[in-house]
């Protein structure tokens, strides 16, 4: 049996410290090296290649084409998500690291200012721009960052997908 391995209390609030110090203003079109964060090195620990990708070479080239990628090029980062934990089959694993992590958040970064239970229950730690979530979603716990207005619109989505299912 493998071991099932998740980051310990003061990792993860060593990583919630860091970010929310990130500047959360790269843009997406802009080289690999400006969007990486030397708060948080890359390290590759496997590799396994699962598809290959064929570019044909077909692009369009009409000029909607080429304002939309204009407009691509000047979005922003809304989201940074890391994974604290191993993925598991078996529900008590995530749920205890999650309690454990919320608890460790909640004396470093102080009172939650948004608790959603649920199966993919989530924490919030509201700043002026950007939001520190910690998530229990399926078999794994997240630590991320967002943007306010991305937060916002993930609950508009929620809220037209319940309207839809008839839950409200």
Wanted: hydrophobic letters at 40%; a negative charge.
């Amino acid at each position: 049996m493998t071991q099932w391995r998740t980051l310990s209390d003061a990792e993860v609030v060593e990583f919630a410290a860091r970010l929310r110090s990130l500047d959360c203003t790269w843009e997406l079109g802009g080289t690999p090296m400006a969007r990486r964060s030397a708060q948080f090195p890359r390290q590759a620990l496997m590799i396994r290649p699962r598809w290959e990708l064929l570019d044909t070479g077909f692009k369009r080239t009409t000029r909607a084409a080429t304002r939309r990628g204009s407009a691509q090029d000047g979005q922003l980062v809304e989201r940074v998500q890391l994974r604290l934990t191993d993925y598991t089959v078996e529900w008590d694993l995530p749920l205890d690291a999650f309690v454990r992590m919320a608890a460790a958040l909640g004396t470093s970064l102080g009172a939650p200012t948004d608790r959603r239970p649920g199966a993919d229950a989530e924490i919030h730690w509201a700043g002026a721009d950007t939001t520190v979530v910690l998530r229990k979603a399926g078999s794994a716990v997240y630590l991320e960052l967002a943007t306010n207005n991305r937060l916002a619109l993930d609950e508009e989505l929620r809220q037209m997908d319940a309207y839809e299912e008839g839950l409200l």
